[in-house]
């Protein structure tokens, strides 16, 4: 049973064919009204969502689709005590598919084990989110035309960043691709990343401070956010919550056609006043993660199927 879990579970053929399955979508909707009749999605989300739990949502409501499912552990039996393996178990006989959020690393992992319909990780604590990068993959293709020859700017949170996590597995598979990690000594990207993804990719990659110093070089500016819920200590997120702050003015050496990516949500990170910049694409990424979703369940639906 095929699940998505983590990004590499996609090769990168899958990957384009899903962007032009999102690209037809987007084109041809009446195409796809009918295309999930009958099947019902569940959203899990043992932790707070507004885009990945409602595009899903979405996603499968425009394919003629039904939805069930829960917002908040505490609103399940999970708040009595039910363990994960369970939930699991009960809610495949209910659906077709699952979409799970969870605060522990691995959970969606652990979720197939025992899940006898495909499930998808919608995040995994500070680990994977594999749906957010076919997103932010869509908007990049969309935006700059391909993968290849980018630098690709990471900004702000890259320690527990699942997102930022799941973007360097993607990108380093294309080629010549050059990284430009930013991001205070604290929140630097995990070991693991940089030496069992990064530098086996052989893409180039430098770590810095410096958002400022290293704007006028990058193709792909991708913002986050430092995660209140991550950090075990207030003291420290209060101290490293506003370190960079993406204001009009610190765009003035960036390329003409850089692209400005977040996963969103968004707090301090990038001022409201660069909304207006014809550069900020964090608004598009979310009207492309339906379509790329409504790609997502299509295709795991099929192979379940056995089409
Ligand atoms: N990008 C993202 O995962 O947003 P939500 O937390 O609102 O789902």
């Known amino acids: 049973m095929r699940s998505l879990i983590d990004i590499k579970d996609l090769s990168l053929a899958e990957i384009d064919s899903l962007i032009e399955t999102a690209e037809d979508i987007m084109a041809n909707p009446e195409k796809y009204a009918e295309a999930c009749k009958g ?27 039904n939805v069930l499912g829960f917002s908040e552990a505490q609103s399940s039996s999970t708040a009595k005590g039910e363990s994960l393996s369970d939930t699991i178990r009960t809610v495949s006989n209910y659906v077709n598919i699952i979409a799970m959020r969870h605060p522990k690393e691995g959970a969606a992992l652990a979720a197939t084990m025992r899940s006898e319909v495909p499930i998808i990780n919608a995040g995994d604590g500070g680990h994977n989110h594999p749906t957010q990068t076919l997103t932010d993959l869509i908007t ?11 630098t690709v700017g990471l900004c702000g949170d890259l320690k527990f960043g699942r997102t930022v996590h799941s973007l360097i597995s993607a990108m380093a598979r294309y080629k010549n691709v050059k990284f430009v990690l930013i991001s205070p000594e604290e929140l630097k990207v995990p070991d693991y990343i940089r030496d069992e993804v990064i530098i086996p990719s052989g893409a180039e990659f430098e770590e810095t401070t ?4 290293s704007i006028d070089k990058l193709d792909i500016l991708y913002m986050t956010r430092v995660q209140k819920e991550r950090f075990f200590n207030e003291a420290d997120y209060i101290r490293l919550k506003d370190i960079y702050i993406l204001t009009p003015d610190k765009l003035a050496n960036a390329k ?16 409201v006043a660069v909304d207006d910049d014809p550069r ?7 009207k492309y993660s339906v379509y790329i979703r409504m790609a997502l369940i299509l295709m795991l ?3 379940a199927e056995g089409k």
Do not use: W
């Open 39 to 65: 099947k019902r999605l569940a959203t899990l989300f043992f932790e707070p969502s507004t885009r990945t739990r409602l595009s899903f949502e979405s996603a499968m409501y425009q394919l003629g689709g």
């Open 140 to 150: 990049i293709k969309l935006e700059k035309g391909g993968f290849d020859g980018l």
């Open 210 to 213: 410096d958002l400022v110093g």
């Open 256 to 271: 003409k056609d850089l692209a400005i990516l977040h996963p969103l949500p968004r707090v301090n990170e990038i001022s």
């Open 280 to 286: 900020a694409c964090y608004f598009k990424q979310v």
């Open 301 to 303: 639906l099929k192979e």
